[in-house]
Structure formats: C-alpha cells, structure tokens
C-alpha cells in the first residue's frame, strides 16, 4: 500500500458564496487603498510629505465601519450556515476569519503608510 500525505488546504473546501462573503470587503478596501494612493501621485506626484495631512480620520473612521459592516455580514451568513447545518461549517469559518484579518492587514498597511511618511 503506498503511504500518501495530504496536504489539505482550508480554502479550497469552502462554497463560492464563503468565498464572496469572506473576500469581497478586503478586496474592495485594498483597491479604495489602491485608488487613493494613484490619486495622490496623480495630484501631487511622489511627494508623500503632506500626505498624513489629509484628513485621515475620516477615512480611518470610514474603513472602520466597512469592516464592522463585514462583521456584520459575516455574522449573518455564519447564523445561516448553522441553520442550514452544512458539513463545510469550519472551513466556512476558516474562511471567513481569514477574509477579516486580510481586511485588518489593509487598515495596518493603511496605518504604516499614514504615519511612516
């Protein structure tokens, strides 16, 4: 009998809706990142001297209710997974956990660009 390892990767269990709902928030704070760093160097070039200048608490006010939101919707889904008792519950989790702390990844990188400059 030959002896095989499985190498069983979380992420590749889940359903598409896990992963619409674990992704979709990271995915759209990192290309609002994305757009308002390109906007910046558009504007003002590769001078990032005054870029903490720009009414940041807003902004860091308004990523933070776009993660509550995701939270929240996370939430909601995992409540209707558990009704619904589908075998995948951890991996959904899993995935949803991870979709969180990409999007907390964004803020900090949000945070370090902020301060650093």
Known sequence: MQAT?????????????????????????LLYEIHRVSRWIYDYGMHFSNFRFMGYE????????????QVVVATLFLIAVSIGRHHDFEHRVSNL?????????????????????
């Open 5 to 29: 390892h499985h190498f069983n990767i979380e992420l590749r269990h889940a359903t598409m809706p896990t992963y619409v709902i674990s992704y979709v928030f990271p995915i759209l704070l």
């Open 58 to 69: 807003f902004l860091l006010m308004l990523m933070l209710v776009f993660v509550g939101i």
């Open 97 to 117: 956990l991870t979709g969180l702390s990409c999007s907390m990844v964004v803020i900090a990188l949000d945070l370090a660009l902020q301060y650093a400059l």
